[in-house]
C-alpha cells in the first residue's frame, strides 16, 4: 500500500489514532480553557430555566437544519417546528430535515444503553437516511472545491480498510488516559470525518460541473438511458470558466427518481446562431455578456441545439441517494462530492 499523498486518490494510508504528534501543546491547551469556560456558562444559564427541557429540545432542530443545509437540503427552522408534529404534511426537505432531528434525539436517549462507537454512529446514519446503512465500499465518494472542481480529497475506499479505521476511532474515544476531553472529542471528530465511513449525503442530488469560455445561456435535459426526456434545467447563467448547477435527483414533475443511470446534456448559447451542444464561443472576447436574443431567438437556439445530437453526452448514476457523472470516455465520480 503506498504512502503517498495523492488528493485524487483514494486515502487508504489514512494514519490511525492517536496521531504522530504532541496534541496537548501549550497554545491547544489554552483553548481547551477557554472552551471548557464556555461550556460552564452554558451549563449554568440552561439551570436558570424554569423547564430546561425546552433548550435541549430546540438545539437539536437548529444543528438538524444546518446539517442537513450542507447536503443541500434547505428549510427552515420556522417549517421544522410547524411540520414535527405532522410530517407526512411538510415538504421533502423538511422531513429529511426533521430525520437529522429524530437521528440526533434517539442517539441522545440511547446512550444509556450503548456507548458512542461504530454502531452508533451507523445506527445515527441509517435513521437519516431511512434505511439500513452499511460502511461505503469503493471508490466515488470525494471533497472538491465547487468553485474550480478540484479535487482536494478522497477517504479510504477499501471496506475492510474503512473497518480498521472505525475499530481504532471506537478504541480511541474510550481509550483510559489523560487527554483532555474536549480534545478527544476534536481529534476524533476530524477522524471520523477524514474516514467519510458512509455513503455522503441524505439527498439525491448533485452538482453539474462544467467549464465554458464565455457567458452564455445554459440548458441541461436529463434523460433515462432508453432517451426519454426527464428534465430540463433552462435559463442557466453561465460564467465564463468553472460553473456549477444543482440537480435534485428530481424528475420534471418534481418526483424522486429511482436508483439507476441517468444521462445529461449541456447546451450553451451565448449567440442566436451558436447552436451546437459544444461549450459556447463568442467573437466579442472572453468576457462580454451574450446579447439580448429575446426569448423566442433563445428558445429557438435551444431546439436547434437539443436537435443537434441524437445522444445525451453524459451519464449519471444515481445510487445510495446520491449521483455518479461519467464524461464522454473519462469518468469523473461525484458521488458524495463536497465543498472545501
Not at 422531513?95 to 458512542?116: T, W
Not at 477524514?194 to 452564455?216: E, Y
Not at 460564467?239 to 418526483?255: H, I, K, L, S, T
Amino acid at each position: 500500500m503506498s504512502n503517498a499523498w495523492n488528493p485524487a486518490s483514494p486515502y487508504n494510508a489514512l494514519p490511525p489514532l492517536p496521531p504522530a504528534v504532541d496534541l496537548e501543546t501549550k497554545r491547544v491547551l489554552k483553548q481547551c480553557i477557554r472552551s471548557a469556560a464556555a461550556l460552564s456558562e452554558l451549563d449554568r444559564a440552561a439551570e436558570l430555566i424554569p423547564n430546561p427541557d425546552i433548550l435541549i429540545g430546540t438545539l437539536p432542530f437548529l444543528e438538524a437544519q444546518a446539517s442537513s443545509a450542507i447536503e443541500n437540503v434547505v428549510t427552515t427552522t420556522d417549517r421544522m417546528f410547524r411540520y414535527v408534529r405532522s410530517e407526512t404534511a411538510a415538504d421533502s426537505a423538511t422531513r429529511e430535515a426533521l430525520r437529522y432531528r429524530h437521528a440526533l434525539m434517539e442517539a441522545f436517549g440511547s446512550l444509556g444503553e450503548r456507548s458512542v462507537g461504530s454502531g452508533l454512529a451507523q445506527a445515527i446514519c441509517s435513521r437519516i437516511k431511512g434505511g439500513k446503512i452499511s460502511f461505503r465500499s469503493g471508490a466515488g465518494v470525494m471533497i472538491a472545491r465547487p468553485s474550480t472542481a478540484e479535487i482536494v480529497y478522497t477517504p479510504p475506499a477499501d471496506v475492510s480498510v474503512i473497518g480498521d479505521l472505525m475499530n481504532n476511532w471506537e478504541t480511541f474515544l474510550h481509550a483510559q488516559d489523560e487527554l483532555e476531553p474536549l480534545l478527544r472529542m476534536a481529534v476524533a471528530h476530524y477522524q471520523f470525518e477524514a474516514i467519510h465511513p458512509f455513503p455522503d449525503g441524505n439527498a439525491a442530488g448533485t452538482h453539474i460541473l462544467f467549464q465554458l469560455p464565455a457567458s452564455a445561456d445554459v440548458t441541461i435535459e436529463f434523460f433515462t438511458v432508453g432517451g426519454r426526456l426527464i428534465r430540463v434545467l433552462e435559463d442557466i447563467a453561465g460564467v465564463p470558466g468553472a460553473n456549477q448547477v444543482y440537480w435534485d435527483g428530481r424528475d420534471q414533475e418534481g418526483d424522486d427518481l429511482a436508483n439507476g443511470v441517468y444521462l445529461y446534456r449541456i447546451s450553451a448559447v451565448s449567440d442566436p446562431s451558436t447552436t451546437t451542444g459544444s461549450p459556447a464561443r463568442s467573437s466579442r472576447g472572453p468576457n462580454s455578456r451574450p446579447r439580448s436574443t429575446g426569448p423566442c431567438l433563445k428558445r429557438a437556439a435551444r431546439r436547434s441545439a437539443r436537435s443537434s445530437s441524437a445522444t445525451p453526452t453524459c451519464s449519471i448514476r444515481i445510487s445510495q441517494a446520491r449521483i455518479a457523472c461519467c464524461f464522454g470516455l473519462s469518468t469523473a465520480s461525484i458521488a458524495g462530492r463536497g465543498s472545501a
